[in-house]
């Protein structure tokens, strides 16, 4: 009898706890407001059971130095950092070329109008919204050592260009872009208002019978200090309840998320067109190159991204005397996929899966063509750093300068990712 | 290497609740109102509704100088604002505008224009687009 007692009563001291223990969302919650916004995903998930990154930081194509062989769209919306740490080349015999990598850094006018204002670029809602077209054109500057002896268009050169982004549908803060999100969140705003009375209501008439209007409950019950020791109350049968209240309003909630996630989506998969100038610049000693192009970046599926360059290499020979086969003027295509190894998962601002890129470059000069191939792994560390691997091979040794490969390995920054991500 | 912690809100939510409740009377014969206060930061524009049981009151086009930094509202300072004795009103934040952080005060104010109670008081952030948040109070009008 003694025994069955202290079972009973052992029982009973542990059955508040089974009965809570099922409410995953009361362990973390902080107020009854994150406990709603909890069960409402719990609801939603189980209903509907499981469940880009054309902004370039690296140092533009025309470097040689550069990780990547096919430039993209658009630059990082702050500043942009590319280093290229490591090349392994197949030297020349007896060459010195121990030089370390080029670097470069970009940055939109954006950031730099925001600088003479001095203004948060990335706080401002006022502001950003405002200077769309800041945001449209980039420079990059840089520096690239000398190799190979360092004659010529061996020698260093500094990195210069502009970006001019011509077509861009992708510009989240574009009014007509999010109309359909104000009113879906609108009315998914009035279902959560009832959402809310309707497990007040139940919570109330489950837990204090007769204890009046459900808003004395609401204030004296669920508030920061109490809501935790109400919901622990709750056992499985009134979560159930609760579940199911939820359950027959969620329409206008899951039209909403629908509408983001769709939305996202579609901004992600719209093309954007680009007109951009990069160069070699030298001494007067030296020949300049100078890259001239159009770039479209297109997504065709989720994970999948496609590049293209179309454009004119030109070197300014400064009436130097080239080596016998230099071209000086080379037609040039070039572009790219990249597959994406997760689904990004951050929505616009944040997403940086582990990318593979696959890329051609074609150049033709007097009826001679010339290419190049690359693969590329993107390596992201945290939101807005990359280290990009690259290994290049190409059909003919001068078109890299090398015997037949090079691999390079580098760094990349995107500030505004990073701030992002640090705020 | 430390652990994330999951997040508190949605994909990548985090919040700061320094008052949240989910109750108030308010004695609107007397001339009280409710004053909210949404502030947003971010590259972007603001995307949240705040409606009640009825019908949605505000939304970020609604103001005229949106996109912005601060959107401020009162209710229950015109006739016809209270559509039943009680009501729960709710805002719900989204983040796919590009804002990273929205700061909402809500506060229950004398006709005098003196603050009787601070209602809700919170900072969230997400990095992820998809985000959202709704918080909501049950308020009985006399």
Redesign the interface.
Known sequence: MIRRSVLLFLVCLTLPAFAHAQDTCLP?A?????W???R??LVIAAKSGPSGGEKQAEAPSVADDSTTLVDTSSAP?FVGLGVTLLGLRNAPEGSDDTNPGGTSITATAYSLLAAAYGKD??????F??NHHNWRRVSFTVGREPAREGGAGLNSASTIAGVKVVLWDLRE??R?EN??D??SA??????A???I??AV?EILASALAPGGG???????SS???GT?KATLMKVDAELLKRIDAAILARITAEVA??DA??A??TEIKNRPQISLAWSSNLRDATAPDQHRFQAILDYNLAPRLTATGNLGLDLIDDKDLTLPPDTETSVFRAAGSLKLAFAEP??????SQPVTLGLSLDLQVAGGDTKYKTQVKLDLPVT?GVTIPISLTWADRPEVIDEKEVRGLFGFTIDT?KLA??L? | MAKTPPPDFGKAGRLKIRTDEQGALVNVSAGEFIRSKLTVKGPGQAVFAFGCQHRPLWSAPDFPGHPQEVYEWPHFKQPGDADAPADTYALTIAFIGGITSYTFLMEKVAKSGTVVATLKDFDASSTAAQDVLHTGIMLLVS
Request: hydrophobic content about 45%.
């Open positions: 973390n902080q107020g009854f407001t994150q709603m916004n909890c409402i995903d919306d670029p990335l706080a401002d809602p006022d950003y919204a989240i803060t009014t999010l109309t999100i104000h969140v609108e009315t998914a705003n009035v959560f208002a009832n809310q009375s007040t209007p459900a808003t004395g409950f609401a204030i669920l508030g920061a809501f909403m998320r983001i996630k939305k996202i998962g951050h929505g616009l601002v944040l939101a505004s992002a991500l705020r």
